[in-house]
Each structure stands twice: as C-alpha cells, then as structure tokens.
C-alpha cells in the first residue's frame, strides 16, 4: 500500500475510533436522561459498552499498522457530543429530540463504516473488513431499534404531556 493509501486508510480508522468514543460519551449523556424511559437507559448502557469495545478493537488495528489513535479526533469527537447533549437538554421535547440525535448519529456511524469498509476491501485488509462488517450489522440493529423508539417516545411523550 502507498505512503498516500496508508494515510488515507488510517485516518478513516481514526475517525472510526474517534466515531465510537463520541458515541460513547453521546450515549452515557442520553441515558442519564432518561429516568422516564427504563428500557432505553438499559439499551444506551448496553451500547456504552458495544462502544468501548469496538474503541478497543480499532486502536489494536490502528496499532498494527504502526498507527495510534488521534488524540484531537477523539477530544473533537467527545466535544461535540458534549455539545449535542445540551442542546437537548435546552429543547422542551427533549426525549422526543434526544432519541432522533442518537438515530441522526448512528445512520453517521453506519455511513462511516461503509467507507472503512470499501477501504478495507480495496486495501485487502481481511480483519479490519470483518470488523467494519461485524460494527456495521451491530450499528444497522441499533438504529432499527432506534427507528421504532422514534415512534414509541414520541407518542409517551405526547401522552404525558396530556396527562
């Protein structure tokens, strides 16, 4: 692989690392909102966890290929989810608005691992391609799950608000 395509494909690793860092902090931030909706705090937990774990399987790949991970992305990353929390916060329908930013973001992510993935395909980089495809199925489930919450959180919402 040239110096330029080695570049190109770790900065997309990085990018991917920094991507599930700030889903980390987005998702921690979210599930401390949502006392009133028990199920999907214990889903942002488990996806709190997904992340760390895909955080740790990107810096290895990176680390193989004599890379290491961007402090500036990952801090730029967790700033702006930081960023996206108390907008929400400051929105009257914030659950309404806070699920649709973690929807928002994961159809991000899975665009991301997209790229990655041709990438890696392109570079005949055999795990870094599995792992892009393992993230992306987990990522397609998370925003399916994400999609129907859409609906479910607004129409509690809409009902308590009436209450």
């Known amino acids: 692989m040239s110096d330029s395509r080695k ?36 889903s942002l937990s488990a996806e709190i966890n997904h992340s760390k774990h895909f955080q740790k399987l990107l ?42 930013a973690l929807h928002t973001f994961t159809q991000f992510e899975i ?8 990438a890696a395909s392109a570079e005949i980089q055999d795990e870094i391609l599995l792992l892009s495809e393992s993230i992306i199925t ?5 925003a399916a799950w994400l999609e129907q919450e859409l609906d479910h959180v607004t129409r509690k919402y809409l009902l308590r608000k009436a209450a």
């Open 7 to 42: 570049e190109d494909f770790l900065t997309w690793l990085r990018d991917a690392h920094a991507l599930e860092e700030q889903a980390e902090q987005l998702f921690e931030g979210q599930a401390a909102r949502y006392a009133d909706y028990p199920n999907i705090q214990v």
């Open 59 to 100: 810096a290895e790949k990176i680390n193989l290929l004599g890379g290491s991970t961007s402090i500036v992305k990952d801090t730029v990353g967790k700033l702006v989810a930081s960023a996206q929390i108390v907008m929400g916060m400051a929105a009257a329908d914030e659950p309404v608005k806070g699920v649709l």
């Open 111 to 118: 665009g991301s691992f997209k790229i990655l993935k041709a």
């Open 138 to 142: 987990h990522l397609e489930a998370r």
